[in-house]
C-alpha cells in the first residue's frame, strides 16, 4: 500500500513537473514568436515609410515664417492648401494633413513641431463626420520614438500573441493590401515628405464620374460619437494648443450632396465640435458644409463621393472656392498683423 502510494506521488509530481515544463516552453515561445513579429513590423513599416520627421523639417528654410498648421485625413489634404493661404495672407502654412493621420498622429506629431518649428499661430484641423472611427495608420507613427509605439501597440498579457492578436491581424492585413496598392499611392507620398510640394498642391481635377441621381435605397451613416477610436489624443491636443495660445479653426468641409445626404446625423456632429468651441476660448468651428454656403450639388467641386459614401473629396475647382472663403473667414478671426506674430 506504501508503495503504491509512494509511486502515485512520484508520477504525480513528475507529471506537474513535466506539465509546468510545458508552460513555461508554451510561455516562451509565445514571447519569442511575438518579438519575432514586433521586428518584421518595425521593417516593414520602416520600409513602407522610410522618410523621418528629422528629415522632413531638416529641409525647411525660414522655419519662423511657417504661422499656421494645417492638420486633417485625405479630406483636408484635397481642400486646404498653403499656396492660397501665402498668396492671400502672406504668411507659410505647413500642412500635415494626408490619408491615415488621425487624431493620435496629429498629438504626437504636434510635440515634434513645436520643438522643431516652434508655436504656430493658427492650427487648422480639418473635422470630417468620420473622425472618431479612424485610426491613424501604423507606418505613420512609426515615424515617433520607439517607446511611444511600442506602448502604444503592446498590450500586456499572459500571452502576447493573444492580447494583440487584433494588432497582428490588422498587420496582416496591411501587408496583404500592400500588395494590391494603388499605384498612385508613391507619388503622393512622395508630395507628402516634401513640404515645397506640399505647398505647391493644388488638388486634382473634378473627373466628372459622379453619379447625380438619388437612388430609391442607399446606405446611410450615424455620427460616430466622442470618444471613439483616438478622440482622446483629439481632446489632448485642444487642450495642450489651449495652453499654449494657439487660434484653432476646426473646418467642417464640403461634401458632395449624395454624400451629405448619406452621413444623416450632421447636427449631432455640429454639436460635438461646436462643444469645444465653447470649452476653449481659443477655438472656433467654421461650417462650410451646408447647401446654403457651399454648392454641395455641383458634381464640378468635387472628385468623387456620392449617394451611400461616406467620403468626398473636394477638387481643384471646389478647392479653391472653399480656400477664399476659409481665407476669409481666418481674416474675421485674427487680423493679419496677429497671425505674424510669435510668441
Known amino acids: 500500500m506504501n508503495s503504491f502510494i509512494s509511486n502515485f506521488k512520484k508520477n504525480h509530481k513528475k507529471v506537474l513537473v513535466e506539465l509546468l515544463g510545458l508552460c513555461a516552453l508554451l510561455f516562451l515561445f509565445d514571447r519569442l514568436l511575438f518579438m519575432a513579429i514586433q521586428h518584421v513590423e518595425a521593417s516593414f513599416y520602416t520600409h513602407y515609410s522610410p522618410y523621418s520627421l528629422n528629415d522632413k523639417f531638416a529641409g525647411i528654410e525660414n522655419k519662423e515664417q511657417y504661422r499656421i498648421l494645417i492638420f486633417g485625413t485625405s479630406r483636408t489634404y484635397d481642400a486646404i492648401h498653403p499656396y492660397y493661404i501665402k498668396k492671400q495672407l502672406g504668411v507659410l502654412a505647413f500642412k500635415e494633413a494626408f490619408v491615415g493621420k488621425g487624431p493620435m498622429y496629429n498629438y504626437y506629431f504636434y510635440h515634434e513641431y513645436k520643438k522643431n518649428m516652434g508655436i504656430p499661430r493658427v492650427v487648422i484641423y480639418g473635422v470630417d463626420y468620420f473622425l472618431y472611427n479612424i485610426t491613424s495608420e501604423r507606418h505613420w507613427m512609426q515615424r515617433f520614438s520607439k517607446d511611444i509605439v511600442k506602448d502604444l501597440y503592446r498590450k500586456p498579457g499572459i500571452s502576447l500573441l493573444l492580447a494583440n492578436k487584433a494588432?497582428?491581424?490588422?498587420?496582416?492585413?496591411?501587408?496583404?493590401?500592400?500588395?494590391?496598392?494603388?499605384?498612385?499611392?508613391?507619388?503622393?507620398?512622395?508630395?507628402?515628405?516634401?513640404?515645397?510640394?506640399?505647398?505647391?498642391?493644388?488638388?486634382?481635377?473634378?473627373?466628372?464620374?459622379?453619379?447625380?441621381?438619388?437612388?430609391?435605397?442607399?446606405?446611410?451613416?450615424?455620427?460616430?460619437?466622442?470618444?471613439?477610436?483616438?478622440?482622446?489624443?483629439?481632446?489632448?491636443?485642444?487642450?495642450?494648443?489651449?495652453?499654449?495660445?494657439?487660434?484653432?479653426?476646426?473646418?467642417?468641409?464640403?461634401?458632395?450632396?449624395?454624400?451629405?445626404?448619406?452621413?444623416?446625423?450632421?447636427?449631432?456632429?455640429?454639436?460635438?465640435?461646436?462643444?469645444?468651441?465653447?470649452?476653449?476660448?481659443?477655438?472656433?468651428?467654421?461650417?462650410?458644409?451646408?447647401?446654403?454656403?457651399?454648392?454641395l450639388a455641383n458634381t464640378k467641386y468635387f472628385i468623387d463621393g456620392g449617394y451611400g459614401k461616406t467620403n468626398s473629396h473636394l477638387s481643384l475647382s471646389g478647392a479653391k472656392i472653399l480656400n477664399r472663403m476659409l481665407i476669409d473667414d481666418l481674416r474675421k478671426s485674427l487680423n493679419e498683423n496677429e497671425i505674424q506674430k510669435r510668441k
Open 167 to 295: 494588432g497582428i491581424d490588422s498587420f496582416c492585413n496591411t501587408v496583404l493590401n500592400n500588395l494590391l496598392e494603388n499605384p498612385n499611392h508613391n507619388k503622393n507620398v512622395l508630395i507628402e515628405r516634401d513640404i515645397s510640394r506640399m505647398e505647391g498642391y493644388l488638388g486634382k481635377s473634378s473627373m466628372g464620374d459622379i453619379a447625380a441621381e438619388e437612388p430609391p435605397h442607399y446606405d446611410k451613416y450615424f455620427f460616430f460619437p466622442y470618444p471613439g477610436q483616438e478622440g482622446v489624443y483629439f481632446s489632448r491636443l485642444l487642450e495642450e494648443l489651449h495652453r499654449d495660445k494657439v487660434m484653432v479653426l476646426l473646418v467642417s468641409l464640403p461634401e458632395y450632396e449624395g454624400t451629405y445626404r448619406s452621413n444623416k446625423s450632421h447636427r449631432i456632429f455640429r454639436r460635438a465640435f461646436r462643444l469645444f468651441q465653447r470649452k476653449f476660448a481659443n477655438v472656433r468651428f467654421l461650417n462650410y458644409n451646408h447647401a446654403a454656403t457651399f454648392d
